[in-house]
């Protein structure tokens, strides 16, 4: 299988305080991860909230899909929307990278 691979990282803005960045962060996890049961075509779905002192980001979504038609029905699925909102204006420079296994 020719899967697809969509990782995704993001730092909180600096306003964002280390409690308010703990909880953003869990509910982000849980949500996301739930999708993976609720959309047709995830195949996988985890987040990262704990990152090691070297790194340089605050949270890591690593997840993979069916084929690349599955991954933009996720990015477009209304239930990934509202999990998406949970940080939207509390974090800044997002980086994703998408390719095929």
């Not at 691979?5 to 962060?25: K, L, T």
């Not at 982000?28 to 739930?34: A, L, T």
């Not at 959309?39 to 690593?62: A, K, Y």
């Amino acid at each position: 299988m020719n899967r697809i691979r969509h990782i995704v990282m993001w730092s909180f803005e600096s306003s964002v305080s280390d409690e308010e960045r703990n909880v953003i962060a869990k509910k982000f996890k849980e949500e996301m991860e739930q999708l993976e049961n609720e959309i047709e075509g995830v195949l996988h779905v985890h987040v990262q909230t704990q990152p090691l002192d070297s790194s340089n980001r605050h949270l890591l979504l690593d997840s993979s899909f069916v084929d690349e038609k599955a991954l933009m029905a996720y990015q477009t699925h209304q239930k990934h929307k509202e999990a998406a909102s949970l940080i939207k204006g509390k974090v800044r420079d997002r980086g994703c990278f998408d390719y095929q296994e």
